[in-house]
DNA sequence: CTGTTAGCGCCTTCAG
DNA sequence: CTGAAGGCGCTAACAG
């Protein structure tokens, strides 16, 4: 028998005659504040498993993927994840080399809203982890993603602005290779096709979701010899830019232009949003950004705890709000 | 000699072999694009480090916060650590929670904005992990912290609005357990003392940070017998809050009523705020949130590579600045 | 049911 | 310089 047997067995020996002397062993210890602190480090390594999911966001000024993140943490942590969160800054490298990273760092799961789309397109040689994309989801795409109908969004925002009569109408279209971006355009034409209204060349404008494309898009819309009378912007930052660019040049708003942005240029904060504090008070399609970060942890957590790496081609689209204000006046014929 | 040492030694007498006869063994393998991908887990296990860093914040809303994890993830990144986000909600539980888990994960250092400085006062028995607060920071605090001079900061949009004529100054404060909260009403206060104008009870108002309180406490004072012509509010969200008080009672902004907000209610985005476009453009004091994110991370990770787990009595304190812009008129005597 | 052991994947040390 | 072994802290499997 070795010396620390030995000993283990004295203890042993004696322990309850300390508990029958009254002593409380265990009592304080275990009403410590730091308990027992497990590494959880050492246990992930053991159960393959670190209880912690991978979110991979392309911009963090936007407030859209700010409410997405939140939606995600929440969702996470009452399952007790832990969420590492990383911004891509729209760069194509950064996104690879922070996967990388995800998944050396061996989280049980990735939420990603890409900027690389191509890459996951052609399969990524990703090993198993499961992944949920959001927002950027490409067409028939076959795997887990959550996302809204962007086509039908900007259909409807477009065909608001007709049936109050506009005919010129412009739009800004963000990245076109990236599908939000083009579904959007694509929902836009049609609107124009469905009216009979003839698209303009230079109404239609290309820019890059970030707000000095938004900014000088803008600036170059108002300036044509004939402006439009209507703006439709595919996203938040962008729409910030073009407000700008409105408020630079001194064009009124809705009375000489009207606008109709994509996404709430600020965080919801309880209700209050300040969009309704712009002047003009700004007329959106809002996304639920907070309630698609949300189920996207929760398709993901699902996936992990059914042990399906696989979404089963399931895409959960959620309906975008087009949440009337003021930016936007009726235009007699 | 064990069988698995025979192979073994088999295949490295063999070995010269191949490679003589033109075999190329290892090349395809190392431009394999999932080269060797090590086990990260594993690896902090062993060296007991995990490059990685916990930031706890209170509100993921606030676009203060959200402006420091962006500084906080640049930073951190850029030197090859990983963030893993928690948001306390303001909720000393979950704050708690947060901290035990992000020390289970055995996270390298912690950013922590607490909603619960007393147990940070008191010397929690974190072990050792590096910390770093930032934003809220208890006077006298002993250890690495950075921050703006909040007494100052208030102080000065104080003086800004007394010497523009104002005599009937309101202060909406926010949490005065926060030192963030009473620092900034000291200042107010001292501003005051220094005029030699009394302040009046019903115009100092107690809020929560949270955007309702703003909304509640604009509405009161706005609409007392005799109302205050300017209003100091304490932050970002309950400035919301009042803007929208205003906008609903109509009251005229700045005509009837001036306001400075502490924080922009919404992100920088590269130049341009939404500050700018609000009716009216809203005059702000406004705290560096990305530069102080990036600050506290560069000091967490300068403690860390120097190995010092205590940080130096060090505080850095950054300036805050007051942004002019057209939410305050000047009062005639 | 309790107590022991093997090994997760890596790095560091030490032997050859 | 190259290769083997031990062990980080934990848990699942297994032995008593």
Redesign the pocket.
């Known amino acids: 028998m070795k010396p620390?047997?030995r000993l283990?067995l004295l203890v042993?020996a004696l322990l309850p005659l300390f508990v029958w002397a009254g002593f409380d062993l265990f009592g304080p210890r275990s009403a410590d504040i730091r308990a027992?602190?497990?590494?959880?480090?050492?246990?992930s390594?053991?159960?393959?498993k670190t209880t912690t999911i991978g979110v991979v966001i392309p911009d963090f000024s936007s407030s859209f993927f700010v409410d997405v993140v939140r939606g995600v943490e929440d969702a996470a942590r009452s399952s007790g994840y832990s969420v590492l969160l990383c911004n891509s800054n729209d760069d194509q490298q950064q996104e690879q080399r922070h996967l990388t990273v995800l998944l050396s760092r061996r989280v049980d799961g990735i939420l990603l809203a890409s900027t690389d789309l191509y890459s996951i397109g052609r399969g990524q040689p990703w090993s198993n982890t499961p992944l949920v994309l959001f927002d950027r989801v490409p067409n028939g795409y076959q795997g887990a993603a959550v996302s809204i109908d962007n086509v039908e969004a900007a259909y409807s925002a477009t065909k608001y602005l007709i049936d109050l009569g506009h005919r010129s109408l412009a739009f800004i279209a963000g990245r076109l290779d990236l599908p939000t971006a083009s579904d959007r355009a694509e929902g836009f034409r049609k609107a124009l096709e469905h009216a009979h209204i003839p698209l303009r060349g230079e109404y239609f404008k290309r820019g890059d979701y970030h707000p000095q494309s938004g900014y000088q898009n803008g600036l170059e819309l108002l300036k044509l010899p004939h402006p439009p009378t209507a703006i439709l912007c595919s996203n938040g930052m962008m729409t910030l830019g073009l407000l700008r660019a409105i408020s630079e040049t001194k064009v009124l708003c809705p009375d000489e232009i009207s606008v109709i942005g994509f996404d709430e240029p600020a965080p919801d904060a309880y209700g209050f949003n300040l969009s309704t504090l712009l002047k003009p008070e700004l007329t959106v399609v809002a996304q639920p950004g907070y309630e698609m970060g949300q189920r996207a942890a929760q398709m993901l957590l699902t996936m992990l705890s059914n042990n399906e790496p696989e979404g089963k081609n399931k895409l959960f689209t959620f309906q975008a709000e087009l949440r009337i204000r003021k930016s936007v006046a009726a235009r007699a014929q």
Chains 1, 2 share one sequence.
């Open positions: 620390a047997h283990r042993l027992f602190n497990p590494d959880e480090v050492a246990r390594l053991r159960v393959k």
